[in-house]
């Protein structure tokens, strides 16, 4: 049923393979639970990529490849109208993926995000994870270290210019665990939804 507040709204950005898809899984899973009851809601950046072929994709000759790793690959504008219909339709909405900080109706927005995480890791740990992954279409010989990393570090400059005095929160999985991260999270949700009068 329809609400007219604002869902909490919680941000989990930054670094590809950085572990946001799995927290945003895991968040979802306990905020839904019985021991919240809560309508909670997840959005993936990762579910607007554009087909192969949309005109609006950026080509890149040195790869033979599509560039999958900026705004253009992504049909921001949906993203953005989903975003507005599903606020007022949840108590939570977890937003997450690589350039939802970098959209720029929502980097010119100070009021958007509650809670804001941003994921990080080391260019070894990334491309270790990286190659892990099967991704469709497969990432051409040298694409990470050609490409990927670089927008990532141009995304990542962006963003904390743009946040320098919000209250961005960075994460990294190798330096602290999964869990322990987790918990400070679930800990900022609950104090969160208590000043909104969600849970008491």
Not at 5 to 28: D, F, R
Not at 147 to 174: G, M, P, Y
Request: aromatic share 12%.
């Amino acid at each position: 049923m329809p609400s007219t507040q604002s869902a909490l709204v919680v941000g989990l950005g930054g670094v590809t393979n950085g572990g946001k898809t799995t927290m945003c899984h895991s968040l979802k899973r306990l905020f839904s639970s019985n021991k919240y009851n809560l309508r909670v809601l997840s959005m993936h950046l990762d579910h607007y990529f554009r087909s192969p072929d949309d005109p609006h994709h950026v080509y890149l000759v040195e790869f033979n490849h599509n560039d999958w790793d900026s705004l253009h690959a992504l049909d921001t504008d949906k993203f953005l109208a989903d975003i507005e219909s599903n606020r007022y339709q949840c108590d939570i909405l977890l937003i997450e993926g690589f350039l939802i900080f970098n959209i720029p109706k929502l980097l010119n927005n100070e009021q958007f995000y509650d809670l804001i995480y941003y994921f990080d890791l080391s260019y070894e740990e990334c491309l270790r994870r990286r190659l892990g992954r099967n991704y469709d279409p497969p990432d051409p010989k040298g694409y990470f270290e050609g490409h990927v990393w670089q927008a990532f570090i141009k995304a990542k400059k962006e963003v904390f210019q743009c946040f320098n005095d919000r209250a961005l929160v960075v994460v990294n999985t190798t330096e602290e665990s999964f869990e322990k991260i987790e918990d400070r999270i679930v800990k900022d949700i609950e104090t969160a939804l208590s000043k909104k009068k969600f849970i008491s």
